[in-house]
């Protein structure tokens, strides 16, 4: 069992920055694809980042050069760097581990609105 804690959500105005956390309890990075995904009210939940063990790190096209995924193997930690945010981006992330056995875990999530 793998748990996973987000953190660093908030309120940020349109432009403005926020960083996310997300704290694993077992060193996953050798295992698991980490990623970030977020739920907007209404919506189903999409994809923003993924950091696979072998392939290249890839984003959904509304984020593409405003994220950036990256990750601390030394903390446990992949970390979701989102700059120029758009009220668009409002929404809860979750972080996600994922297994190449199909195996996947998911953070209780952390709220981000983006609004002046």
């Known amino acids: 069992q793998v748990q996973l804690v987000e953190s660093g959500g908030g309120l940020v105005q349109p432009e403005g920055s926020l960083i996310l956390s997300c704290a694993a309890s077992?060193?996953?990075?050798?295992?698991?694809?980490m990623g970030w995904y977020r739920q907007a009210p209404g919506k189903q939940r999409e994809l923003v980042a993924s950091?696979?063990?072998?392939?290249?790190?890839t984003y959904a096209d509304s984020v593409k050069g405003r994220f950036t995924i990256s990750r601390d193997n030394a903390k446990n930690t992949v970390y979701l760097q989102m700059n120029a945010l758009k009220p668009e981006d409002t929404a809860v992330y979750y972080c996600?581990?994922?297994?190449?056995?199909?195996?996947?875990?998911w953070g209780q999530g952390t709220q981000v609105t983006v609004s002046s």
């Open positions: 077992a060193d996953v990075f050798s295992r698991y694809t």
């Open positions: 950091l696979p063990i072998y392939l290249p790190i």
């Open positions: 996600h581990a994922l297994l190449h056995t199909g195996a996947e875990f």
